[in-house]
């Protein structure tokens, strides 16, 4: 069986060349017809740069319409594109570049600067998009896409340690895109609004979506919650892909009103979700659909389908279509790691033979790190991941879990928990907390858990911080977290 396929933004070009793929507010839109010249004369500008098959060409930039003009361009040449965060630090950056063996990095105005001063300018070239150069008249682009070649690099978020990198092929992000759809369907008037990050799978994988399901995308280039709830209200979109801080200033911002029934799912994703938060998002009519995934598995590979989205309030759903899911070695209470399997999945990381092993089975099996349980119906429950566990007594907490809970405070805005070491039960755990308005006496947060919370749970320490340590996409930093309580208690004593 041949595993190759017309490129998909030609076979969308010739299927709805007029169609819009791309749409910028106020600013400008894009056709399939457009996006695909567009692609073609970047590709062939690369080329001019001489990038060629299996190169590797790094987009160290903000969102934008030129980075996926680059990706797609990038696929014509069957080089590969490498998304780098543009919240690195320099020395990040430069480790990435080396560690994925780039050969060329193209650039927005915003990020140009951070590449003066950088070690890696004399061993790459580089160039901002606007400078690339002549065309490559001669160059022949790819007519086919091959399921089984790679595609993109990007690098996971580096919340548990080092980043790592992952290699998607083509087949990767087809499969993810079409197992959501299995899942979501599809209509003519959908429209999927994109804020996430492009250099992140869940942004990346919108505008893949798009070109696969001819779809138009309304593009942010930075969340603001005004903007977005905009959008929802009065620029027709259907579908969004958010992460839980998002969730939460929406719902801060729509105050005590409901969104048009127009808006059909809230893709939520990324991390754990505070119970209370999905209950408000309910009373508020935004269809939240909770979904699990990961850098690894090409975006969502679990997410909880609309019939069961108020029922199982809390749970991930069911893995995707093509998707397998298990827990492996389950407790007594039926947790344990969560494992999946599919042609989303990933077969390794680049160039990092002993992490692939640690990773993924010699059947395709990845392991995904986090702790979760099904239940009787086979919904997913994920509860943390394992690094994050907190053991305390030998009983097993879950810090998401206290978060969730202490987050129903009203007079608390978010909340970070952590194990801290103990003489006496081996962990504790320690709760950093974010004040609404008023702050608050700690009594009252002692208090709150004795109500709430079963003994062995009961946070022992607590810091109010200003803000909670956060990474690019979000996400809570728990480690940074231990750090942070390590210097609030050399300053106390
Ligand atoms: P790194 O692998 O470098 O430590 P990361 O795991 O945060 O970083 P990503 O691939 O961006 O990198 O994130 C995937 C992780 O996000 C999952 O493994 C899981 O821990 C967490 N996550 C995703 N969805 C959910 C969810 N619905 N509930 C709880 N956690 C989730
Ligand atoms: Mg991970």
């Keep these: 069986m041949s595993e190759k396929m017309l490129h998909w933004l030609d076979k969308q070009a010739e299927l709805m060349p007029d169609g819009i793929a791309i749409e910028e507010p106020g600013l400008m839109s894009l056709t399939f017809k457009e996006l695909q010249t567009a692609s073609r004369t970047f590709a062939r500008r690369l080329a001019g740069k001489g990038i060629g098959v299996e190169n590797k060409v790094a987009i160290l930039s903000d969102n934008c319409p030129e ?129 996430l990050p492009m250099f992140h799978i869940g942004g990346l994988s919108i505008y893949l979506k798009s070109v696969i399901y001819g779809m138009p995308v309304h593009m942010l280039r930075k969340f603001e919650e005004k903007a977005v709830l905009h959008a929802i209200l009065e620029g027709g979109v259907t579908i969004m892909s958010a992460v839980t801080v998002m969730l939460r200033r929406i719902l801060e911002e729509l105050d005590e009103k409901s969104c048009p029934s127009s808006f059909r799912c809230m893709l939520l994703g990324g991390g ?53 899911l298990q827990i492996n070695e389950p407790d007594q209470n039926g947790e344990g790691e969560i494992v999946v399997k599919g042609p989303m999945v990933v077969s ?24 979760g349980r099904l239940d009787e119906g086979g919904f997913l429950f994920v509860l943390d991941r394992r690094k994050d566990l907190i053991i305390s007594g030998g009983e097993n907490i879950y810090p998401a879990e206290l978060e969730s809970v202490l987050s129903t405070h009203p007079k608390l805005r978010e909340v970070g928990v952590v194990g801290l070491p103990d003489s006496k039960w081996g962990q504790v755990p320690a709760a950093f907390f974010v004040c609404r308005n008023e702050s608050l006496d700690e009594q009252e947060l002692v208090q709150f858990c004795y109500e709430k919370l079963a003994r062995f749970k009961r946070p022992k320490y607590f810091f109010e911080v200003k803000e909670l340590p956060r990474n690019a996409s979000g996400k809570l930093l728990r480690s940074k977290l231990v750090e942070i309580a390590h210097e609030m208690s050399r300053k106390k004593r």
């Design 67 to 195: 980075y996926i003009v680059a990706v797609h361009a990038i696929s014509y040449l069957g080089a590969i594109a490498v998304l780098l965060n543009t919240r690195l630090s320099e020395a990040e950056i430069t480790w990435q570049l080396a560690d994925a063996k780039v050969d060329f990095v193209l650039m927005d105005e915003v990020n140009k600067g951070k590449t003066e001063s950088h070690k890696w300018r004399s061993q790459f070239s580089n160039c901002h998009f606007g400078e690339i150069g002549p065309e490559d008249n001669a160059v022949m682009l790819k007519r086919e896409i091959d399921l089984k070649e790679g595609f993109t690099l990007m690098y996971t978020s580096g919340t548990t340690g080092h980043p790592k990198a992952v290699l998607h092929t083509f087949g990767n992000h087809w499969w993810s895109a079409i197992g959501s759809m299995l899942n979501l369907g599809l209509t003519h008037q959908d429209k999927w609004l994109s804020v």
């Design 348 to 371: 390794g990381y680049y160039g990092n033979v002993e992490a692939s092993h640690k990773a993924i089975t010699e059947n395709g099996w990845l392991k995904t790190g986090d702790i």
């Design 272 to 324: 754990p979700v505070p119970k209370p938060l999905l209950e408000k998002a309910k009373e508020q009519s935004i269809p939240v659909f909770q979904s699990y995934g990961m850098t690894e598995t090409s975006s969502q590979i679990v997410t909880l389908s609309p019939a069961d989205a108020l029922e199982k309030l809390g749970s991930s759903g069911k893995p995707l279509f093509p998707a397998q």
